[in-house]
């Protein structure tokens, strides 16, 4: 099994093998219908993203094309990007989109979506029918899970050679819109019996046997519906992994304003039900945010911890994903990044369309999140730069020896670390339109020595309090990242020395100090 992709830990650190090699997924999202056409790809995808320094496309299959009539399947779009894929020396996670999507039905095959008595739908307490079928619907899931296992079972078929395909997302920001629970009559059924056991080890539950309403009170229609969702979800990532054993993950809607389940779909795996769906779906190794608001940081921070390795599936695609990528890749070991709608860096800003006001507001969206300016450039130097780095990342990471900021809001001016001889602290620009934020990354090399490499930021070195000494420079050096290697390009002296600004793109400088 070494030679399929898989997560391992690295001295405490979830990490993604390929071949058996470290791999970070320095990627990007297409469109949700890009990939329904080859031609597409090949014309207006692929050529659009050449030279961002890209080593993974993250994009979706559809279940109503693969399994247009029922029990036949058509895998020619599969292969047709898994070629192209290798043609372009990419690697691909693919997002299954199955029963769910975004809430919703919408890529179930027609035969699933015009038998609605067989696979029925989530209803309001009120008796409406919503275009979401119901994950307490046996039959759609059964039928979703042998269509997935179909899928890995090919792609292991045509793929375990070569792993182009590296992971694989189950379904696509599940969960209800418009009602807390599902009031189907299957639901109803449920709802009043007692709630299972392995639940009861929840903080929440304390241990108290009953119904759900009982145990868990006012979030129980929550907990109820996170519970049968990632049971469903659970069950279709076991029959795919069954076949073909890649890595598996789910992504989240973020839970937001105004904070009632069904505002944000309830039952998804949002944060404050990952024990739920940790439990009721052990086969994902993590559960991943979907990020388009400007506290992308916090997010990170509240998705990345020990159990749940970070990845970021989608998120905004402005300047500031950049620095994002730096923070998530560096502070917080992402496995992956891949801001959404990739394609659109490669297109003239002007000519790139974006959401209506309503839409961005119904979707609870950063508007400053569209706009593109500057954002192929920082992003493709971020990720170039991350891959020359990746050597020296690798030794250090996990030590005291590297660390790494981020500008985290307009109030946010700089960041203070403490080394063993000396402090840093990094003084941060104010934030400008089409530029990224301030951050980086800070190594520790050696006793007077470190590698400074970061944007929109400046630094000054700090004596120890109390030692009573100055600290000034034996040598400053601007230069590049070579395989984990730093390559001066240039030595600076003089007032020289007072300009250790990085501007909005990614630059490294290698100092050596002394005190006096």
Known sequence: MSGIPEIRTDRGIPTLYVKDVPFFALSGEVHNSSAESLSYMEKKVWPRIAGMNL?????????????????????TLLDGLICQAREQKKHLVFLWFGLWKNAESTYVPDWIKQNCETYFRVETEYGEKLNTISPLCEAAVCKDANAFAHVMKHIRAIDEEFSTVIMMQVENETGLLGTPCDYCA???????????????ELPAAQKRPGTWKEVFGEDAEEVFMACHMAGAVEKITAAGQSEYPLPCFTNAWLYQFPWYAGSYPSGGPVRKMHQVWKLAAPSLFTLAPDIYVPYAAKVMDEYGYEGNPLLVPEIRKDAVTASYALYALVKHNALCYSPFGI??????????????EEMIKALKMDPLSFDLTGSRQALSAVYGLFEQMKPLYLQMRGTDHMQCWLQRDENDQGAFFRFKEYDLEVDYFPKTAGCPAAAGVV???????????????KFIFHPKAGRKKKVSFLKMEKGQLRNGIFMPELEMNGDEYMAMLMMEQPVCYQVELFQY
């Open 186 to 200: 299957k639901a109803r059924e449920e709802f009043v019996r007692p709630v299972p056991e392995i639940l009861l």
């Open 343 to 356: 394609e659109d860096l490669g297109e003239d800003t002007e000519n790139v369309s974006t959401p209506t």
């Open 443 to 457: 190594y520790e090399l050696g006793k007077n020595r470190f590698l400074l490499i970061g944007m929109m930021s």
């Open 55 to 75: 080593n993974t496309l993250v994009v979706p299959l559809y279940w109503n094309r693969i399994e247009a009539q029922e029990g036949i399947f058509d895998f």
